[in-house]
């Protein structure tokens, strides 16, 4: 688990002074063993709840975007009004359950090998990450 030290030091290295407000974000987004999926007001509801005050949603979005631009977080567009950011930076696949807006990480033995046949002309492929959405089959239901 990180301390207080290293999140000055990912605060600082972000361009931003090490509050009270953003060391809890700190805690809530770093401090744990497994990867978290969030959007920025899930984040914002969580921080408030275990800070038991108000925070900032100004103060959350500007921390979080200074975190992905630094290559802690990584964020994910699932449409065009809705980002995830995911702790896990590694290139990796995700599910993303549009029953509960859940997103999960997919191990990279539940996908083969992805065969692009065409590219950008001038450009070079950087990654490929693939977004599976689900969601609860009505048809089985009835």
Do not use: W
């Not at 038991?52 to 990584?74: C, R």
């Not at 509960?100 to 450009?123: R, W």
């Amino acid at each position: 688990m990180l301390k207080n030290v290293e999140f000055v030091d990912k605060l600082r290295s972000s361009g931003l002074r090490p509050t009270k407000q953003r060391l809890k974000i700190c805690e809530v987004l770093f401090n744990r063993d497994k990867t978290f999926h969030f959007t920025i007001n899930d984040l914002a509801k969580n921080i408030s709840e275990k800070l038991n005050e108000k925070i900032s949603l100004a103060t959350v979005y500007n921390t979080v975007h200074a975190f992905k631009a630094k290559g802690y977080l990584k964020e994910i567009s699932i449409n065009s009004d809705r980002s995830y950011f995911d702790t896990n930076t590694k290139i990796h696949h995700h599910f993303f359950d549009e029953d509960t807006n859940e997103l999960i990480d997919c191990d990279d033995d539940d996908i083969e090998k992805i065969n692009v046949k065409k590219n950008i002309t001038g450009k070079k492929i950087n990654s490929v990450e693939v977004l599976i959405k689900v969601a609860s089959d009505n048809q089985n239901q009835k």
